[in-house]
């Protein structure tokens, strides 16, 4: 056995050679000449985040679909959910080492080792391997369907294909300002929800969208919506700009109504600016209690009337916890859960493990089956810790239209 630092650069060159689908043999095989490493998986999370799937080493392909592994309550579960590599005795006397594969917040899926000798260097060398295969998979995932294949351990209708791929490739993101994460439980036939959020260097951009209607209908729908505000945004445009580009959008292609709310961000002062075209208010919790925000609501994306959207700013303290959702959280079944007593419960729990709390309490409260789309979005916000305490934001700037 021979030991030593990973060499990222060798490490990256190498999976880079290999096919895109045999990331984890380029890790293994790392481990194996460097720690003598057996039985070398990685298992990641499908597309509903309550299941693993296993892809093994040496050129294997994924397990069973139709066997995939029970997260809730597994210990893979209990890594993601603390971010902590879990250390254990085997059958064969080794060590069964299981350790978290997370790229900013991202929670990909969990590396699992065997070992015949683990002490703290070769531990904190496997996270280290961990870390690289996130980078690894990010990158690979764009040239193959390996783990869209693996990940879906239901069937997909065509409304889910298209609802999924309008989703941003990651559910969860950490900055320095800020920490985000969202869920979407879609409906039996598809509801038209979506999410969207990006970062540049001075702005973080949010959405949530609803599209009215259910399938392929309200997918088409939430397509042409999310295709407008994304030109939008990337053209330069604020919240007010595209909220009124999504909407004339819609009209000219009458494809229907949708209701959403659009965020900006300033990195710097947390000053957001927000349009809401017929959306449940978010709601935000600040010190030790839970509000509704009192914002007015325009209405929908596709209404022809004459009513300009408003735009409004909200300002964020360092502290705060932002959650926007879509109504399939509040309505039906839904309004069984006390999302306000569960927000308060779930307060000290990271933004990715309370969207699970929030959308579960939902699809529990519905016995498995949602009549509507159930979408959560999660900011935490710190704040630019580099910013002088004197040129604080004012604690009072919230909800004011301009």
């Avoid at 003598?36 to 080493?57: C, I, K, M, P």
């Avoid at 006397?93 to 683990?118: F, H, K, M, S, W």
């Avoid at 439980?185 to 540049?200: E, F, Q």
């Avoid at 609803?210 to 939008?232: E, I, K, P, W």
Wanted: with cysteine; proline share 5%; hydrophobic share 40%.
């Amino acid at each position: 056995m021979t030991g030593g630092d990973v060499e990222l650069g060798e490490l990256l060159a190498a999976a880079e050679a290999a096919p895109p689908g045999e990331s984890v043999d380029v890790v293994a095989d790392d481990l194996q000449k460097r720690f003598g490493a057996e039985h070398v998986s990685f298992l990641f999370v499908d597309l509903v985040g309550q299941r693993l799937v296993r892809l093994t080493a040496a050129g294997r392909d994924t397990g069973d679909p139709d066997d995939p592994i029970d997260l809730k309550g597994s210990v893979y579960d209990r890594v993601l959910r603390a971010q902590r590599q879990h250390v254990e005795p085997d059958r064969q006397g080794g060590r069964r080492v299981i350790t978290p594969v997370t790229n900013r917040g991202d929670r990909i899926g969990v590396l699992e080792v065997t070992l015949q000798y683990a002490d703290d260097t070769v531990l904190r060398q496997v996270r280290d391997a961990a870390h690289a295969l996130a980078y690894i998979i990010v990158t690979d995932r764009r040239f193959t369907d390996l783990y869209h294949l693996g990940g879906r351990t239901t069937e997909t209708s065509l409304a889910a294909e298209i609802q999924h791929q309008l989703l941003p490739s990651a559910p969860c993101c950490e900055a320095a300002q800020f920490t985000l994460a969202a869920g979407l439980v879609p409906a039996d036939d598809i509801g038209g929800d979506t999410y969207d959020y990006t970062l540049d260097r001075d702005t973080l951009h949010l959405s949530v969208t609803d599209a009215m209607g259910h399938d392929t209908n309200s997918a088409l729908l939430a397509t042409l919506l999310v295709g407008a505000l994304r030109q939008a945004r990337r053209s330069g445009c604020d919240a007010l700009k595209q909220a009124d580009h999504a909407h004339q959008a819609l009209l000219r292609h009458s494809r229907g109504l949708a209701t959403g709310q659009l965020l900006c961000v300033d990195l710097d002062t947390g000053r957001c600016e927000l349009v809401n075209a017929g959306h449940p208010r978010p709601i935000r919790l600040r010190g030790g209690g839970v509000e509704e925000l009192a914002l007015a609501v325009n209405l929908p994306f596709g209404v022809a009337a004459p009513m300009p959207y408003r735009l409004q700013e909200l300002q964020l303290l360092p502290g705060d916890r932002l959650i926007l959702l879509t109504d399939g959280m509040q309505e039906r079944g839904a309004a069984a859960v006390d999302l306000a007593a569960l927000a308060l419960d779930t307060r000290p729990l990271h933004p990715r493990e309370a969207v699970r709390s929030l959308t579960g309490a939902v699809l529990d409260a519905c016995h498995g089956n949602l009549k509507d789309d159930a979408t959560v979005l999660i900011l935490d916000w710190h704040g630019n810790r580099r910013r002088p305490a004197e040129s604080a934001p004012d604690p009072h700037g919230t909800g004011r239209p301009r």
